[in-house]
């Protein structure tokens, strides 16, 4: 009795091992994962807004989607720096290159709120940036951001129009 404990113990704990060896890797390649399935058209997540004429903010793009829009400035809002998203915005990165479209590195927080550094550069740069062809990226569709995005957006048309108006 004492030979067949130790043998499922030793089987236990060997199992345990595995499946703690496979969970990590699993979650460090998290990303390779994601952009092997492509699970963004597959499974219908793909969702692009207008913020205002000519620059949109969506999900994780394709070349499809890129061309369809006519963008010339790609801006990523994923973090190359956190492991779940390394490879998603790398592809990012030479998808814009292949295609000659301009890259911009945006990374936002995990939470984001109007006052926060991500958000803050991210309306500098809207505020900046050419007014068309500018496709916003992130992982998954947050309505927050682009809300955010769109007042900011209509505040600086409308101080444009309001400015060109009283000349």
């Known amino acids: 009795m004492g030979r067949l404990m130790k043998y499922r113990i030793t089987r236990l704990l060997l199992y345990l091992l595995f499946s703690s060896y496979l969970i990590?890797?699993?979650?460090?390649?998290?990303?390779?994962i994601i952009l092997f399935l492509n699970p963004f058209e597959r499974f219908g997540w793909e969702r692009v807004e207008e913020i205002s004429r000519g620059v949109y903010y969506g999900t994780y793009p394709n070349e499809d989607l890129l061309e369809r829009y006519r963008i010339r400035i790609l801006v990523s809002t994923l973090s190359p720096s956190l492991p779940v998203s390394r490879e998603l915005y790398r592809a990012q990165k030479n998808l814009s290159r292949r295609l000659g479209i301009e890259f911009v590195s945006l990374p936002l927080e995990w939470n984001p709120t109007p006052e926060s550094p991500g958000v803050q550069n991210l309306l500098r740069f809207l505020k900046s940036s050419p007014k068309r062809g500018v496709y916003i990226s992130s992982f998954l569709f947050d309505q927050r951001i682009f809300e955010i995005l769109q007042s900011a957006q209509i505040m600086q048309n409308q101080t444009i129009e309001g400015g060109s108006r009283n000349r």
């Open 24 to 32: 990590v890797m699993v979650l460090s390649n998290s990303d390779r």
